[in-house]
């Protein structure tokens, strides 16, 4: 099995700054994509950021030049540097990831169990 578990989510005021972790463990022969997903409350959940293997990079374009993601392969963790916050940044944060548990095996996604981020003063 694969588990992925985020932290660093918090309530924080407007204009501040919070940083996510999501450290992946458990049955991993290799990690592809890891992304950030949000779900505010009577919305669907979006995408925020995502990263592939060699570092690429994508984001919402709500996010782009505010957020930043980056990985450490070598620890299986993806991060969310999120600054200049909003209110509508509130959400639930969730982790993702695509996984291949063997060689002979193709990639499975796996999600984290959210992470609470409140942006309000």
Not at 46 to 56: D, F, H, M, N, P
Not at 75 to 81: E, G
Not at 84 to 91: K, Q
Not at 93 to 116: E, H, I, K
């Amino acid at each position: 099995q694969v588990q992925l578990v985020e932290s660093g989510g918090g309530l924080v005021q407007p204009g501040g700054s919070l940083r996510l972790s999501c450290a992946a463990s458990g049955s991993i022969f290799s990690i592809n994509g890891m992304g950030w997903y949000r779900q505010a409350p009577g919305k669907q959940r979006e995408l925020v950021a995502r990263i592939g293997s060699g570092g690429s990079t994508n984001y919402a374009a709500s996010v782009k030049g505010r957020f930043t993601i980056s990985r450490d392969n070598a620890k299986n963790t993806a991060y969310l540097d999120m600054n200049s916050l909003e209110p509508e940044d509130t959400a639930v944060y969730y982790c993702n990831a695509l996984v291949r548990r063997s060689m002979w095996s193709t990639p499975d996604d796996y999600w984290g169990q959210g992470t609470q981020v409140t942006v309000s003063s």
